[in-house]
């Protein structure tokens, strides 16, 4: 089945730097990859999604890239502020119908003042 | 309002008393899912559902059931809870189905979540 893998596991960035946070997956046919904010005692979020057939997907501070021949997809913060600062995770959906979805570990980003 | 709710948001428990865990939405989704968080393994999925009467096992299906008779509605069943279900549980649905329409998909949208301890 699909396998996740989620870098680095915890990320400190000083407010206005940049943040990237990066994924690699196994099965080739996944299709669709999502990427999720939760913040303390809260429910996941979405923040950006990409499908497949796309490289790169943009939406103010945030971007996402995807590399389908090397199975990787990356999150993109820029000009980070103290409210980016949150546990991100990245999934793929598997399946004939993409309906299987696998999340990464998760990562902590910290946006320190 | 569109939201998902989901209950009780906590529960303790014992070994071995069934119990279930409620999951409603008001978005007339097809798909709806349930996930398990735990301490560095991120979300897990146990169970889904494409539409009403339509169920499969995600990664961590084990010790788990869920029926979907109602569109809305999405239980989570664990007939003999044991230590190791101690847990984050969240529902989640989405509109249409993940990749229905030729490999797109939609949005999740996650309940508030149930925290289950089981001693």
């Known amino acids: 089945g699909e396998n996740v893998e989620q870098h680095p596991s915890t990320l400190s960035v000083q407010e206005g730097d940049s943040a990237v946070i990066k994924c690699t997956y196994s099965?080739?046919?996944?299709?669709?990859f999502p990427w999720y904010k939760q913040e303390l005692g809260k429910r996941p979020q979405l923040i950006i999604d990409?499908?497949?057939?796309?490289g790169e997907k943009k939406d103010q501070r945030i971007a996402v890239t995807l590399n389908k021949t090397a199975k990787h997809f990356s999150l993109h913060i820029t000009e980070t502020q103290p409210e980016d600062s949150a546990v991100y995770f990245c999934?793929?959906?598997?399946?004939?119908?993409?309906?299987?979805?696998?999340f990464g570990p998760g990562t902590r980003l910290s946006v320190l003042p | 309002e569109a939201q998902v709710t989901q209950n009780p948001r906590y529960l303790i428990t014992v070994t071995g008393k069934k119990l279930t865990v409620t999951c409603s939405q008001n978005?007339?989704?097809?798909?709806m899912s349930w996930y398990r968080q735990d301490p560095g393994l991120g979300l897990r999925q146990i169970y889904y559902?494409?539409?009403?009467?339509?169920?499969d096992k995600g990664d961590v299906p084990e010790g788990y059931k869920v029926s979907r008779k109602e569109k809305r509605n999405f239980p989570l069943i664990l007939e003999s809870p044991s230590p190791n279900q101690t847990s984050l549980y969240f529902c989640?649905?989405?509109?249409?189905?993940?990749?229905?329409?030729?490999?797109?998909?939609?949005?999740?949208?996650f309940g508030p979540g149930t925290r289950l301890t089981v001693t």
């Open positions: 099965d080739s046919a996944s299709n669709y």
């Open positions: 990409i499908r497949s057939n796309v």
């Open positions: 559902s494409m539409n009403v009467e339509v169920t």
């Open positions: 989640a649905s989405s509109l249409s189905g993940p990749g229905l329409a030729g490999g797109f998909s939609y949005e999740q949208y």
């Open positions: 999934a793929a959906s598997s399946g004939n119908y993409g309906q299987n979805f696998v």
């Open positions: 978005m007339n989704h097809e798909y």
